[in-house]
């Protein structure tokens, strides 16, 4: 890869998204630079064919736009291993990685982040995630190169340990770009107050611009089960420590002895994948649980398993905005979620109940029983999409490239 790669994706004029009306081409008679394509590059730690909850927000909202003939986006990611391609496209979205450091590590030192934003002759570059060493580079790059930059959040839990000791640590030593950045961006609404606070920067700063979802249609599933039928427990999310499926499975025995037949899926993929299935193999349970996962593209396919489920579980001890919770409660499906964060909001909201993800196996148990037994079914409610939250990003770099 050249030192200075350039987007070469040519916007498509293509149906824009959300129903906006398609600008003219750069270049076009009688355009203006507000009107022509933005040019936008999204800088993103992890990216396809990694997959966690950051991957598929970019994915989702980096295609869309790139497809609606508004933008020309570029997605900068990183690679620890090399053995990825340094130049691809995701749908009409350009794809540039650059080697990152160290490979036993997920710090993500990326020294080839600053020549693609210095050379690029963006408009807008929107920072996802501040975790990793990726967010300092970025955005200091961007600052010294005089390009506008957005920042989402995506504040979300971590597996390990030193990453919660420091995160306060961290965000006091970002603070200086943070408060730099042209928006802040946060999916949930509890984001706003407790970032504004921790950084000293004002809530007008901010702006709420929530996670989608997009599963198509699936087949009608009944609020009960039917006679004789067994019941189907879903366990939500990349298999990582803090997501709670180790909760959930150690809470399977006491459900098991009330309903006999019960089944559990651990419905993700990830690191925590062995423990997890040590734990199964150590409680007897290998044949009352899948853990598997549904491909990110089988969209379809996620939806008719999801439509199957009588109870889903979620007992993340951090979430910002859940997207396979709002999945599941698009398909009408009882919901368990773990209190605070994004998942107690939607308890807050009447869509789901809720337990303290720290209770005894026993209790979680009963819970998971009483949803079985007697479920919350959510009321059918209007949750945005992926094509509202690739529209709202639209108009904020419209707004970011005005101001510059």
Known sequence: M?????PTAQPRRSASVAGAVAPAAAGEAGSTPAQQPLRVLIVTPRYLPEIGGVENHVHAVATRMAASGEASVT???TDLEGG?????????????RVRAYPRSRDWRFAPGIGPVIRGGGWDV???QSYHTFVAPQAMAAAARAGVP??????GGGHSDWLRHRV???????LRPLLARAAALIATARFEIDEYATALRIPTARFVLIPNGFDLPPAPAAGTERSPGGRPLIASLGRLERYKGHQRVIAALP????AEPAARLWVAGSGPYESALRKQVSELGLDDAVEISSVPLGERAEMARRLSEVDVAVALSEFETHPMAALEVLSLHRPLLVATGSGLGELADRGYARAIDPQAPPPAIAAAILRELRDPLVPARAEFPTWDDCAAALLALY?????AA
Do not use: I, K, M, N
């Open 149 to 154: 930059y957005v920042v989402t959040f995506h």
């Open 398 to 402: 419209r707004r970011v490239r005005s």
């Open 125 to 127: 570059v929107h920072l």
């Open 84 to 96: 990825l391609a340094s130049r691809d496209h995701d749908g009409e979205a350009e794809v540039l």
């Open 2 to 6: 050249s030192s200075q790669p350039r």
């Open 167 to 173: 995160r306060g640590l961290q965000r006091a030593l």
């Open 75 to 77: 997605v900068l990611t």
């Open 254 to 257: 006491a459900v098991l002895e």
